[in-house]
């Protein structure tokens, strides 16, 4: 997985126009079964990439934290919600709070989350495969692709099934 993780950015950016060439047909004309065919590449990968080798997403980028993830965080940590905020957020430029500093405070030596059960919701849909009309996010794939080794699996196995 190391060595996977190393290569992971220069493989995306050598895929990158293949990639979004076939994002611009998908969005264009996406297969009628394709909440099908998403669930199964997701589940087919998901099963022979564990993230608890990898942990690349928890430690390169942070999640997004919707108000209702800090209410449910907070309260597991039996904080204020503010307090919490102060603690461990901060704004990013689009006025939503992210991660103070990667990798993730939460995130262990073992890449185990001390969260797991109250995750953002972002850190729980991640690498968001599995969602229905995932051409809608197209361009966030085009991008996690260089982070996530699964999802650079699944957009590869996506061309191969979905051919234009
Ligand atoms: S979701 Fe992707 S980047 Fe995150 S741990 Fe799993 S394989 Fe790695
Ligand atoms: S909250 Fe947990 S799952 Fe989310 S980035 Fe941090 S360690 Fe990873």
């Known amino acids: 997985m190391e060595e996977f993780l190393n290569d992971l950015p220069k493989l995306a950016k050598d895929k990158h126009k293949e990639n979004k060439t076939f994002f611009t047909k998908l969005k264009k004309k996406a297969p009628k079964q394709l909440d099908y065919i998403m669930q199964e590449l997701h589940e087919a990968e998901f099963k022979k990439t564990d993230c608890l080798t990898c942990a690349n997403c928890c430690k390169t980028t942070g999640p997004l934290f919707t ?7 907070a309260k597991h940590f039996r904080q204020k919600p503010q307090q919490f905020i102060d603690t461990y957020l901060r704004l990013d430029e689009e006025n939503d709070y992210v991660l103070q500093s990667v990798p993730c405070t939460f995130l262990g030596a073992d890449n185990y989350c001390s969260i797991y059960d109250v995750r ?13 009309k995932f051409q809608q996010i197209s361009n966030l794939t085009l991008k996690n692709v260089a982070i996530c080794p699964a999802a650079f699996n699944i957009v590869e196995e996506m061309k191969k099934r979905i051919k234009y």
Request: hydrophobic share 25%; with cysteine; aromatic share 4%.
């Open 67 to 73: 108000d209702k993830d800090v209410q449910r965080i």
């Open 120 to 132: 953002p919701k972002a850190c729980a849909e991640f690498p968001h495969t599995d969602r229905k």
